[in-house]
Nanobody
């Protein structure tokens, strides 16, 4: 089991930046993939960005060019740098880890961190 703790959320004006960090309770070197998801009120949780063990990354179309995901294997952290924030980015952001079996991986979630972007 991997425990995840997010930090870095807060209130920011449109056009501003925030950096979210996800700290894992164990080495992330062997974790299949880690990702950031978000859930706005009344909406389903959606994938924002993810990073695979080999280092490849993926982004939702709505955040491409504005958000950057990165991992630090030495610190067991995965960060999400968010620039040019928009009010529609307002949501609770969750960190996720997929680990174990490639075809039937286990999944862990953090508790979430609130991001609010004011117009």
């Amino acid at each position: 089991q991997v425990q995840l703790v997010e930090s870095g959320g807060g209130l920011v004006q449109a056009g501003g930046s925030l950096r979210l960090s996800c700290a894992a309770s164990k080495s992330i070197f062997s974790i299949n993939a880690m990702g950031w998801y978000r859930q706005a009120p009344g909406k389903q949780r959606e994938l924002v960005a993810d990073i695979k063990r080999a280092g490849s990354t993926g982004y939702a179309d709505s955040v491409k060019g504005r958000f950057t995901i990165s991992r630090d294997n030495a610190k067991n952290t995965v960060d999400l740098q968010m620039n040019s924030l928009k009010p529609e980015d307002t949501a609770v952001y969750y960190c996720n880890a997929l680990y174990g079996s490639t075809f039937f991986p286990s999944s862990s979630w953090g508790q979430g961190t609130q991001v609010t972007v004011s117009s």
